[in-house]
RNA sequence: GCCCGAGUGGCGGAAUGGUAGACGCAGGGGAUUCAAAAUCCCCCGAUUGAAAUAUAUCGUGGGGGUUCAAGUCCCCCCUCGGGCACCA
């Protein structure tokens, strides 16, 4: 008997694919083309079991769509730009390059002995001049379309790895790398115009049926339109220049409920104020100050500075008096315009601050049937404002037009129109989705492709000097980015009129290398960014899986990239949602073992050094330590489950049957020491159930029940595969290699049974399936097998045993015929022992039949 | 604060409104073995019960409701997780 020897099984299999070149994705018209692609790994240097767990998901669609007679595309590259190159040129010295390719050649050989259906032939790295080149051309397409632009901006400077940041690598106040405090700093920048495409960005959000609902609304929330009105405060007593502020709004319909106007302490009124005004100039210094993270912003106080200019709407218009306006630090410059109206009866905000500096409290609308009408009210009265949501009817006592009673969004389209019939204002849509600023002070990114030229400006590189190759000349013994002090590479010459002239050494943010790879995948080796008919053929990708973590950044940019590259023709029409289907799959989790060290701060143990006995966890001397389950992998608190060596000890089809075992793949998954060798232990069972049938012989009976048994697995497992439904999947297969065991069928039967098992199973454990295939002396791969069918008729059982159910409860069972009458099951369900003793003689209130179902009787 | 999502045995988790707990882990019992490993078989929600294929009671975070029938649908509440956030 042979034994289940991964580590002879495997390898021989990876070649025999490698050899046959079973995963070459040539194009083929006569069949249908499906392109799965998971996200693709930043070379970190080792991979990790959670790249075991979304490549395996991918692995398995793309086997198992193969198998089902598509023409399949499954890439593999490596997002290689980045920081951490140049930390580690930083800490141990040598170069980005290096140290990325030097990665990506260790994380591939650790790739390939999971034995993924990937066309390798495709791989690339961003940092390959080849494709940086391509991003480069592409850059300037874009700049000639004007979608790309510079502008001096306030940017989020990092101090520590002396970058600007997107506002996307902002959390919490601190660079999303470093961790610094991040500080504001005015510098040139580069930006795409995404916010060109905020309406069809979120439009098209509806369209994305087979997107996680979850991910659209973030987009959604992201993009964050909002409708309101637009509209000018008179001012008096102003510096030279000011005669109006302009406000936004998205409740126009409290303008009457107006007590203040409140402007940010980066307006230009502010500004102009502050020249002239010592105590101005403190107060804005002290709101630039403050921190920007969520607790500070939390604590922070309502601050404001009466500057004594007095804020009236237009003349003919009533009602709303002089306004004092404020200087007030919630207000941020950059969304609307910087300026807005404090409506304190209707505003968490405004109230806070109405409180703190005494300022009136004025309804506009009150709660239906409620005859509260607050003019003034001093803070002790009116404690909360009145926010109710947009679709609740109100009663407005200052409507600006309208019925009296309406909701608050027909108030707001009935004052907007008001606005505009008054001529002082008008309805405006606004997003909060801001441009993309694309620069960062870094060396190892692609080289924006400009020079700088004192006659000509800002000048594109001619496309035939592309690749605008990066220096390898560079040192990183000092902050700061090399290229701005390189020797040379600066210099070059105006691509217009050939003087002297310098380049542009700021890099791309990374997520620009990984918001179009998608498409480069298509035609990797084409001189052009993309290849318009490879393009058109395996575009859009089908099946896009990765995490949720990038479910705004890199989703919402490569949705723009997209529009961009059609705009450019280097995408065909109808790829602007590149991605057909998205699923985000959970991470891998493992527990934490740990005690309490000397000094307070707890020790970590690595999980090879706990022995595992009824829940609990013991070291070597006996010591009992505290088990924390489910924890993310952390190098720092011992829990990081290496993937090389699991495949190293079980092989890579028990890694991979694991990861998508027991949990949906949707939700984190832990790993378990007793899960991989339960996997493994299941494995090897199939494989001796194999070896036995391979060597067996003879007749059985009782063929019919494992048939049935085997096309009911056949439709249970398509559903679970097709589906993200793997767990499920992995269930039956459990289910079905149990029957399969015990079964005392024909020789033949249980060979053919064997044979479903193992075609089943080939997504998951490819290498296993491949040898079961060989060992019953099939020829060819099962990798170019068909995917079974089930066969509906023997899906239809002859008889069905159906529940009784008396008034809900179940309380008996009858067997019947599939196919029996309604009216006969009815009959047979009155003639049962329980129903008739319940009855007792009398007659059921009602009874239901649900066919093939249940029974059930009301008494 | 706002917006989502989720709560089912000791654990991971199954369950088109139709027999709750599939499958796996952990646990218990047995077979095999000189013994062990490996393998195979059986049991395994709680309560009551000496036990039993008990036709007993309770049971899917809590409370109501719709329905012949609710883990599943509706309303309220609790807890946990995630996202966003002085966004006017």
Request: glycine share 8%; charged share 25%; proline share 6%.
């Amino acid at each position: 008997m042979s034994n289940y020897d991964t580590k002879t099984i495997e390898p021989k299999w990876q070649a025999r694919w490698d050899e046959s070149e079973t995963f070459l994705a040539v194009r083929d018209e006569s069949r249908p083309k499906y392109y799965v692609l998971e996200m693709f790994p930043y070379p970190s240097g080792r991979i990790h079991i959670g790249h075991v767990r979304n490549y395996t998901m991918g692995d398995v669609v793309a086997r198992y769509m193969r198998a089902t007679g598509h023409n399949v595309l499954h890439p593999m590259g490596w997002d290689a730009f980045g920081m951490p190159a140049e930390n580690a040129a930083m800490a141990i010295g040598g170069h980005p390059k290096d140290w990325t390719y030097s990665n990506i050649a260790t994380m591939r050989e650790q790739l390939k002995p999971l034995g993924l259906s990937i066309d390798w032939s495709r791989e690339f790295a961003t940092c390959d001049p080849e494709y940086y080149g391509q991003q480069q051309s592409m850059f300037i397409d874009f700049m000639e379309k004007g979608l790309v632009y510079r502008k001096n901006a306030v940017v989020n400077w990092d101090p520590i790895d002396m970058t600007v940041l997107a506002n996307e690598q902002v959390i919490d106040g601190k660079g999303w790398r470093s961790g610094a405090e991040v500080e504001r700093r005015e510098l040139v920048q580069w930006f795409f115009k995404i916010s060109d495409y905020s309406e069809e960005l979120l439009d098209a959000i509806d369209n994305l049926d087979n997107w996680p609902a979850k991910v659209k609304l973030m987009q959604e929330n992201w993009i964050g339109k909002s409708r309101g009105a637009q509209f000018s405060f008179d001012i008096e007593n102003s510096p030279e220049g000011f005669d109006k502020i302009e406000v936004y709004t998205t409740r126009p319909d409290t303008i009457f409920g107006a007590s203040f106007v409140g402007i940010s302490p980066d307006h230009p009124l502010a500004k102009a104020l502050e020249a002239n005004d010592p105590a101005i100039a403190e107060f804005c210094a002290a709101c630039r100050k403050g921190g920007t993270t969520a607790e500070a912003l939390d604590k922070a106080e309502k601050l404001g500075y009466d500057t004594g200019i007095r804020a009236k709407l237009g003349p003919d218009v009533g009602f709303v008096g002089d306004l004092p306006v404020y200087i007030a630090n919630f207000i941020l410059m950059d969304y609307g315009t910087g300026a807005i109206f404090g409506c304190p009866g209707h505003d968490q905000r405004d109230h806070d601050f109405a409180k703190k500096y005494d300022l009136p409290i004025i309804d506009a609308f009150r709660p239906l049937g409620s005859d509260r009408d607050y003019t003034y009210v001093m803070p002790e009265i009116l404690a909360e404002p009145y926010v109710p949501t947009k679709d609740e009817k109100v009663e407005y006592v200052r409507p600006c037009k309208g019925p009296d009673q309406m909701t608050g969004q027909e108030a707001i389209d009935h004052a907007i129109s008001w606005f505009e019939d008054h001529g002082f204002g008008k309805g405006v849509t606004k997003y909060r989705l801001r441009d993309w600023g694309l620069s960062r002070q870094r060396y190892w990114g692609c080289p924006i492709p400009v020079v700088h030229c004192d006659d000509c400006g800002v000048v594109p590189e001619k496309k035939e000097n592309l690749p605008v190759k990066l220096p390898d000349d560079v040192t990183f013994d000092i902050p700061g980015n090399p290229l701005d002090r390189h020797p040379t590479w600066r210099d070059t010459e105006c691509p217009s009129c050939g003087k002297p002239a310098k380049r542009e050494t700021d890099t791309m943010d990374t997520f620009v290398d990984s918001s179009w790879y998608f498409a480069r995948f298509t035609s990797p080796r084409a001189d052009t960014p993309t290849d318009i008919d490879d393009a058109a053929y395996w575009m859009n990708v089908d099946q896009y899986i990765g995490g949720i973590e990038h479910a705004i950044l890199h989703l919402l940019y490569s949705r723009f990239f997209a529009r961009a590259m059609r705009s450019c023709g280097h995408l065909p029409q109808g790829c602007e949602e590149p991605f057909d289907a998205l699923f985000t799959q959970g991470m891998v989790t493992h527990a934490i073992f740990k005690t309490p060290g000397d000094d307070g701060r707890p020790v970590y143990h690595y999980p090879e050094d706990v022995d595992l006995k009824d829940g609990k966890g013991f070291l070597k001397d006996g010591t009992e330590v505290d088990i924390i389950p489910s924890a993310k992998m952390s190098k720092s608190k011992n829990n990081v489950v290496d993937p090389v060596a699991i495949i190293e000890q079980y092989g890579a089809d028990t890694a991979r049957w694991f990861v998508l075992s027991d949990s949906p793949p949707e939700r984190d998954v832990e790993w378990t020491a007793s899960g991989a060798e339960a996997a493994y232990k299941h494995l090897n069972r199939v494989h001796r159930l194999s070896t036995e049938i391979a060597e067996g012989t003879g007749t059985g009976s009782d063929d019919e029940t494992l048939l049935k048994a085997m096309h009911k697995a056949i439709q249970d497992v398509t559903l679970g595969v097709a589906s993200f439904g793997f767990n499920a999947s992995i269930a039956k297969l459990y289910g079905f290699t149990n029957t399969l065991a015990k079964s005392k069928a024909s020789h033949a039967a249980r060979r053919e049974a064997i044979l479903t098992l193992a075609k089943l199973m080939s997504p998951m454990t490819p290498h296993l399936a491949e040898e079961i295939w060989t060992m019953q002396g099939e020829t060819g791969l099962i990798t170019d097998a068909a995917w079974p069918k089930a066969d509906e008729s023997l899906l239809v059982e002859d008889s069905v045993t159906m529940p009784i159910q008396i008034n809900g409860k179940r309380r008996s069972e009858i067997t019947v015929p599939a196919d029996m009458e309604k009216a006969e099951v009815e009959k047979l369900a009155l003639a049962n022992d329980a129903v008739v003793k319940a009855l007792a003689g009398g007659q059921p209130k009602k009874l239901i039949v649900v066919p093939g179902r249940i029974v059930n009787v009301v008494i």
